[in-house]
């Protein structure tokens, strides 16, 4: 971890799990810079992960996430952080977010593919059976990894005062 004087909140869950929209209003309750990791990776490539999947491959974007992530996590004061559903798929991830606040945003996998079925994500393209397949084996890193978990089917505003309420009583924000 940097040398913050607390920890970042990570946001880490499945894809379309609302890390971002969550992040963001999240940040704006605490007053604290956003990062998503994906629109970073975007920014970096001047190309969308779609067409970095395409045009490099899915090792490729995962070799720059873990460069990027590296990036972001050294920035200082503490921030909110949302990664892509994909991102703790390698050990060196697991390393580099320990220390820090990790929110595990979930939901059951028929309302996750309800939000990305028709979403140009390049691993939703594979239909629902995959998409399911997916959340299920990657439930298990996000349960190791997570500080908090918390299922995301109400209303952002209220997934953020219940993100809100829990990183105070627990003294990180």
């Not at 499945?14 to 940040?27: D, E, F, P, Q």
């Not at 990036?71 to 390393?95: C, F």
């Not at 820090?100 to 140009?120: C, E, G, N, Q, T």
């Amino acid at each position: 971890m940097s040398g913050n004087t607390r920890p970042h909140l990570v946001l880490i869950g499945m894809m379309g799990s609302g890390k971002s929209t969550v992040g963001r209003l999240l940040a704006d309750a605490l007053d604290w810079p956003f990062y998503d990791l994906d629109e970073q990776i975007e920014i970096q490539a001047h190309m969308t992960v779609g067409q970095i999947f395409q045009t490099y491959g899915e090792k490729t974007f995962r070799q720059w996430e873990i460069q990027t992530l590296a990036l972001v996590l050294s920035y200082s004061p503490a921030i909110v952080l949302a990664l892509g559903g994909g991102t703790l798929l390698d050990e060196q991830t697991h390393k580099m977010v320990n220390g820090h606040y990790i929110i595990w945003l979930d939901a059951p996998s028929k309302d996750l593919w309800l939000r990305v079925k028709d979403s140009a994500r390049p691993l939703a393209q594979q239909g629902m059976e995959a998409f399911d397949r997916l959340h299920q084996e990657r439930r298990a890193t996000y349960e190791k990894l997570a500080s908090v978990h918390i299922t995301c089917v109400d209303e952002p505003d209220k997934v953020v005062e219940a993100i809100v309420q829990k990183i105070r009583s627990d003294g990180n924000a």
